[in-house]
Nanobody
Framework: VQLQASGGGLVQVGESLRLTCAAS????????VAWYRQAPGKERELVAA???????YYAASVKGRFTISRDDAKNPTSLQMNSLNPEDTAVYYC??????????????WGQGTLVTVSS
């Protein structure tokens, strides 16, 4: 399984971006999808997650501004980011928990995409 996050870029305060996560090799489905971010000098943090059962989590700092979605096996998740501010500047990573066999699942990471919000 390979994941690739894309959609990052340089934006101004208040603008929007939509990140997508392209996948290859997902055959048997997947469970939780999530987005993480890592700002310079900080640890990677969970931004949003969406379980297969429909439960959705958002970090307090993005609640009301970001929306995570579950899509299909080729694009398992996307992240709509609105009202961006400089504190959102980070490398964003998608994470997908994939069924690799009928009974085994494993979380995969995509390569990150850089989001820079300029004031």
């Amino acid at each position: 399984v390979q994941l690739q996050a894309s959609g990052g870029g340089l934006v101004q305060v208040g603008e929007s971006l939509r990140l997508t996560c392209a996948a290859s090799g997902i055959v048997s489905g997947y469970n939780t999808v999530a987005w993480y971010r890592q700002a310079p000098g900080k640890e990677r943090e969970l931004v949003a997650a969406h379980t297969s059962g429909g439960n959705i989590y958002y970090a307090a700092s993005v609640k009301g501004r970001f929306t995570i979605s579950r899509d299909d096996a080729k694009n398992p998740t996307s992240l709509q980011m609105n009202s961006l501010n400089p504190e959102d500047t980070a490398v964003y990573y998608c994470n997908v928990d994939v069924w690799v066999t009928m009974t085994t699942h494993k979380a995969f990471w995509g390569q990150g995409t850089l989001v820079t919000v300029s004031s």
